[in-house]
């Protein structure tokens, strides 16, 4: 039998409050709904994508902690979730210290690496959900995967912010993984009746005009609720403007 390998998205933003973990729930949850096996990552202390998908952060056993000490196997550390299909690596806020810890760890930023090749079959999809930084947590992730998303919000500085993100692209093809490829560049908060979000969009499109998802993520009221009753969107109000939008983000990653 073929064991085919998973993809491992990266959705690394350096700036805060993008959109990385609503789009890690979600794209999960759209992944999952079309019958793929989805294991969700999340490397952030602050445990967003935990919470949000209904787990206690405070009350995990065991976390990516355990995982990048080394002292738990990725198929130990990752639980179901309510969701059919989406799976959990669960964070917790004790993983902020894990970065000044890992500072004088040998194999430092490969970690995750070498701890996501222990994965038992089956999984198509691991999603990673990053901090807003590009810390030695990030690096790990960087390190791991095979592609990077990059969910951005319209406005005006996020573009130098992107230039940089850009660049450390550069950087870790060079010097931790040659495979690590731009999946995409994702709009979010896009609120379509403003200048703004379309000159953006339209900046965006020309300096990487390889490199920007076709769907655009709206602003949208059910997508901010969602996390607060444990639920991606997706299951949340199946119909929503926000839920319709992370399903064609699904196809389009699908696609790829
Ligand atoms: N499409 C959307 N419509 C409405 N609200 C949204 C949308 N996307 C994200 N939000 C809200 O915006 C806030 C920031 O989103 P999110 O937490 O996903 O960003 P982040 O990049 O993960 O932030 P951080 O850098 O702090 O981890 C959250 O309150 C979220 O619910
Ligand atoms: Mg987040």
Same mark, same amino acid.
């Given at each position: 039998m073929l064991i085919s390998t998973p993809r491992i998205v990266a959705v690394v933003?350096?700036?805060?409050?993008?959109g990385k973990t609503t789009t890690v729930m979600n794209l999960g949850a759209a992944l999952a709904e079309r019958g793929a096996q989805v294991l969700v990552l999340d490397?952030? =202390?602050?445990s967003n994508s935990t919470s949000g998908l209904g787990v206690d952060p405070s009350r995990a056993r065991l976390t990516v902690y355990e995982l990048l000490a080394g002292t738990a196997t990725i198929d130990e550390v990752a639980i179901p979730t309510a969701f059919p299909g989406l799976h959990l690596v669960p964070s917790q806020i004790?993983? $902020?210290g894990a970065e000044i810890e890992l500072a004088? &760890? =040998?194999?430092r930023e490969h970690r995750l690496r070498h701890a996501l090749a222990e994965l038992s079959g089956g999984f198509g999809y691991v999603l990673i959900d990053c =901090? =807003?930084?590009?810390g030695l947590l990030t690096l790990n992730a960087l390190a791991a995967a095979t592609e990077m998303l990059i969910p951005m919000q319209c406005e005006y500085f996020a573009l130098e912010g992107l230039g940089h993100l850009m660049h450390t692209h550069g950087l870790i093809r060079m010097?931790?993984?040659?495979?690590?490829?731009?999946g995409g560049i994702l709009m979010t908060q896009?609120? $379509?009746? &403003?200048t703004l979000s379309w000159e953006v969009l339209s900046e965006v499109r020309r300096a990487y005009p390889d490199h920007v998802y076709r769907t655009l993520i709206p602003r949208n009221v059910r997508v901010g609720e969602a996390p607060s009753h444990g639920l991606p969107v997706i299951a949340y109000d199946p119909t929503c403007r926000g839920s319709e939008a992370y399903r064609q983000l699904a196809e389009e990653v699908l696609s790829q």
């Open positions: 933003n350096q700036k805060g409050g993008v490397i952030d =202390p602050q004790g993983l $902020a004088t &760890t =040998p194999q =901090p =807003p930084s590009l010097n931790l993984n040659r495979q690590l490829r731009v896009f609120d $379509a009746r &403003t």
